[in-house]
T-cell receptor
Framework: KAGVTQTPRYLIKTRGQQVTLSCSPI?????VSWYQQTPGQGLQFLFE???????NKGNFPGRFSGRQFSNSRSEMNVSTLELGDSALYLC????????????FGPGTRLLVL | QKEVEQDPGPLSVPEGAIVSLNCTYS??????FMWYRQYSRKGPELLMY????GNKEDGRFTAQVDKSSKYISLFIRDSQPSDSATYLC??????????FGQGTRLTINP
């Protein structure tokens, strides 16, 4: 099976702009989670989607949002970008919400100038 | 105080050494414990998964969980240069978000 794929792999944006990141889970997986990874804070949970519904949400401001489509693909949007949003954004999938193990994609590296 | 504490290192050992990586946690509700390996510019890769207390072995890797002490470990035997990576512990309360440690950067010197 193909792994989790994320596009784009790299992005450069300026403050105030918005950005949309895409994630395609492993075939058959219905749950998609998003994480932000920074050197200072490590990996932090953003939100999880299962069957097009947000099931869990982390402690991030409302500028961070997401959605999931009927084919389980997910997008994450960040509006009004701040310098501190520069990070590696990781997507992880699992085949059902109750499964504990998650499989990560390669990430999208976002740089905000 | 963070829910999961992990020494960020860096840790540098010679090839063939036994490596011990550790995490402590404060939330006694955590039941599922994982170790991920992350190479530079890659996403984390699931290495080991353990439910509740006990040991689990997979080749050169052994994961230990001591819930009474809220302490988990990953041992790597006969370490290889290809094991050089950042190792992240992660844990969850079942169908909840994963909570990660900071990650330990490990270098195995030939």
């Amino acid at each position: 099976k193909a792994g989790v794929t994320q596009t784009p792999r790299y992005l450069i944006k300026t403050r105030g702009q918005q950005v949309t990141l895409s994630c395609s889970p492993i075939s058959g997986h219905r749950s998609v989670s998003w994480y932000q990874q920074t050197p200072g804070q490590g990996l932090q949970f953003l939100f999880e989607y299962f069957s097009e519904t947000q099931r869990n949400k982390g402690n991030f401001p409302g500028r961070f949002s997401g959605r999931q489509f009927s084919n389980s693909r997910s997008e994450m949007n960040v509006s009004t970008l701040e310098l501190g949003d520069s990070a590696l954004y990781l997507c992880a999938s699992r085949d059902r919400q109750g499964q504990e193990t998650q499989y990560f994609g390669p990430g999208t590296r976002l740089l905000v100038l | 105080q963070k829910e999961v504490e992990q020494d960020p290192g860096p840790l540098s050992v010679p090839e063939g050494a036994i490596v011990s990586l550790n995490c402590t946690y404060s939330n006694s509700a955590f039941q599922y414990f994982m170790w991920y390996r992350q190479y530079s510019r890659k996403g984390p890769e699931l290495l080991m998964y353990t439910y509740s207390s006990g040991n689990k072995e997979d080749g050169r890797f052994t994961a230990q969980v001591d819930k009474s002490s809220k302490y988990i470990s990953l041992f790597i035997r006969d370490s290889q240069p290809s094991d050089s990576a950042t190792y992240l512990c992660a844990m969850s309360q079942g169908a909840q978000k994963l909570v990660f440690g900071q990650g330990t950067r490990l270098t195995i010197n030939p």
